[in-house]
């Protein structure tokens, strides 16, 4: 089942427990018996309300990527209201960015990676992700688009092609979910990042 409405309390427990265990122990290393104990319910009610392991990590991850917008649109509207104002300062800009929403992020990230890595041999989280990418895409967009016309970059692209940048955009930040994870440098990431963005936002059609 996917969760359109607001989850009731055991659903919350269970998904914060297998967000904890996911993200830790990784998707094969999770098991349901682990979820139940440390949850303290049932078999038949975690079942009940998610009807598979499967499902129960699409719930999590999902809620994660939506939470991570959340908290992305909540910084910025306390302490991020004065980025992306002025095409002169988006260099800048984009180090703030970075430091205030993208540098500590790794439980999002290892949850991510699971997902990308058990998708591949998962048909049934292959598509759950797919349409969830599809989602991610079209809230990017309309945050670029916006953005765009605040600061006018990225001009001369119509609404199909800047979609294309987009995924591009998407792609940039799953590399750089791969080099955080992988150890490197931290200071090289973020300036690898910020320059491959700021060239992305400075290109015309």
Do not use: C
């Not at 993200?23 to 079942?47: C, H, P, R, W």
């Not at 649109?73 to 300062?89: M, P, Q, R, T």
């Not at 973020?190 to 320059?195: A, D, F, G, L, Q």
């Not at 491959?196 to 936002?201: M, N, R």
């Amino acid at each position: 089942m996917t969760l359109k409405t607001e989850p009731t309390a055991i659903q919350k427990k269970i998904l914060q427990i297998s967000k904890k265990k996911f993200a830790k122990n990784g998707y094969q290393k999770t098991s349901m018996n682990e979820i139940v104990k440390d949850a303290g319910v049932s078999k038949g009610i975690l079942f009940y309300h998610f009807q598979s392991k499967e499902e129960l990590f699409f719930q999590v991850l999902s809620g994660s990527i939506d939470e991570e917008f959340q908290r992305i649109f909540h910084i910025l509207s306390k302490k991020g209201k004065k980025l992306f104002k002025k095409k002169e300062n988006l260099l800048n800009d984009l180090r703030k960015y970075y430091d205030l929403t993208i540098s500590d992020t790794k439980d999002f990230e290892r949850l991510w990676l699971e997902g990308r890595i058990e998708s591949e041999n998962n048909l049934k989280l292959r598509q759950m992700m797919l349409n969830k990418d599809k989602e991610v895409s079209r809230v990017v967009f309309e945050m670029l688009k916006n953005t765009r016309k605040d600061i006018d970059i990225l001009q001369g692209y119509n609404d199909k092609e800047l979609l294309e940048i987009v995924k591009g955009v998407i792609a940039v930040m799953r590399g750089l979910f791969l080099e955080k994870l992988s150890g490197k440098d931290p200071v090289e990431i973020k300036n690898t990042w910020v320059r491959t963005i700021y060239i992305i936002y400075n290109s015309k059609k």
